[in-house]
């Protein structure tokens, strides 16, 4: 598994290169990059509500087998 705090001090700095460079426009780095945070908070998110996220699931299956039959 990557190292969130490892992809999110390079997508900072490269972002931090990007703004240096005074570049006008949107590009496709600039898109990638906020991809790539979402992605990390994303993946914080479901690492840390994991387990609550599975309780969850597993009631409302539970709930949705009880209601067909």
Do not use: S
Request: proline fraction near 1%; avoid cysteine.
């Amino acid at each position: 598994m990557l190292n969130p705090y490892a992809t999110l001090v390079t997508l900072v700095a490269v972002a931090k290169d990007r703004l240096q460079r005074e570049e006008k426009g949107a590009t496709a780095v600039e898109y990638g990059l906020m991809v790539g945070l979402i992605a990390v908070f994303i993946i914080g998110a479901v690492v840390l509500l994991g387990e609550q996220l599975d309780g969850l699931f597993r009631e409302i299956g539970a709930a949705l087998d009880t209601a067909g039959d």
